[in-house]
Nanobody, 120 residues
Framework: QVQLVESGGGLVQAGGSLRLSCAAS????????MDWYRQAPGKQRELVAA???????NYAGSVKGRFTISRDNAKNTVYLQMNSLRAEDTAVYYC??????????????WGQGTQVTVSS
């Protein structure tokens, strides 16, 4: 069994910063791509940022230059540093990871989500 546990969400004023963390644990051989998605009320879930095991990153246009994704492979943990937050960043943020288990098969896992609320 693999679990993704997120932390770091909360309430912040516009212009402020938050840092999200997501740690993968369980029967893990290796963690491949790790991503952050978000879903605002009434909207579809969207990709915010992604990072490969090698450190290549990809960002949604709306967060480029404000958010930074990073990871610690030794801890199977991904981070999302969010700066210059805007009201439109308000959403539930979900961690996602592609995890290779000891049977060498790769599976997709999601975290439970963490609420980020930006007040204007």
């Amino acid at each position: 069994q693999v679990q993704l546990v997120e932390s770091g969400g909360g309430l912040v004023q516009a212009g402020g910063s938050l840092r999200l963390s997501c740690a993968a644990s369980g029967s893990i051989f290796s963690v491949e791509t790790m991503d952050w998605y978000r879903q605002a009320p009434g909207k579809q879930r969207e990709l915010v940022a992604a990072i490969t095991r090698e450190g290549s990153t990809n960002y949604a246009g709306s967060v480029k230059g404000r958010f930074t994704i990073s990871r610690d492979n030794a801890k199977n943990t991904v981070y999302l540093q969010m700066n210059s937050l805007r009201a439109e960043d308000t959403a539930v943020y979900y961690c996602h990871a592609e995890v290779t288990k000891f049977n060498r098969l790769t599976y997709s896992y999601w975290g439970q989500g963490t609420q980020v609320t930006v007040s204007s």
